[in-house]
C-alpha cells in the first residue's frame, strides 16, 4: 500500500483471495476487517475480485457487507478511457455461488447469465478493455474457469478487449490467444518476509500497448498495441 500510495495510479485492484479459509465465519469476518483496512489505506480508489477462498467460508454478501467490495462482484467502470471489466467465477457448475463450504476450487464457472451481461457489457463500450478475473480464463487446468473457452469466445467475438490479468495459481505465467494477452500474476504472498512478495502497476498507452511494471516477484511484461 505504501508503494501504491507513493505511486499514485489511477486505482487499485486486488485479483481475489484476499483472506484465506477460517474454521468460523465470525473469524472470517475478523480476518476480512482486518486486512481490509489496510487495503482502506490507499489515497486511490480500490476494487475487490472474488477470490474462492474470499467466500468458502463466507457468502458473497457477507464479504461484500464486511468490505469496500461491491455488492454486484461482476461489474465495469471507466478509468482514462479505457474500459475494465472485473468478472466472478466463484460459482459452481450447477450455478450454485460459493459460499458456507459448498464448493471446490477446481469447479469455476462463469454462468450464462453473467456471459449474457458481459456481451451487452461489451458491445455498449467503445473500448479498449481490460478484464480482471482470479480464476483463469487462459488454458491452465486445474487453476481455469471450467467453461473458460465460452468466457473467451465473447472476449474475443467484441474485438476490444486487450488484456486479461487473472491469479490464482500464484505464480508468473503468460499466454496469448487469438490477439488477447492472458497475463497470470504472482501471488502477492508466497513464503514469508517482503522478498517473497509480488505486486505490479499497469500501464495503459495511448496506442494500446501495455506495460506491466513488476515489484519483487511480479515479472514486467511489455505488449504492443492492435488495431481497433
Known sequence: MAKFNEIKPAF???LG???DQAPTVEQEIAWLEEIDMIYAGLTCPRHYVLG???VATLTK???AQ???ASKKPHY???QNGVHFVVLDACYRSDGAPYGRNNADWKDANVPEAELEWLRKDLAATAGPVVVFAHQRLDEAAPH???NATAVRKVLEDSG???AVFQGHSHKNDYQEIQGIHYCTLVALIEGSGADNNGYAVLEVMPDRSLRLQGFRQQVDQKWAGKAG
Request: hydrophobic share 40%; glycine share 4%; aromatic share 8%.
Open 17 to 19: 483471495d484476499l483472506i
Open 52 to 54: 474462492n477462498h474470499c
Open 160 to 162: 476490444k478487449v486487450l
Open 61 to 63: 454478501e457477507e464479504f
Open 12 to 14: 487499485v485492484i486486488e
Open 76 to 78: 465495469s467502470f471507466d
Open 144 to 146: 481455469s474457469v471450467l
Open 66 to 68: 464486511h468490505s469496500g
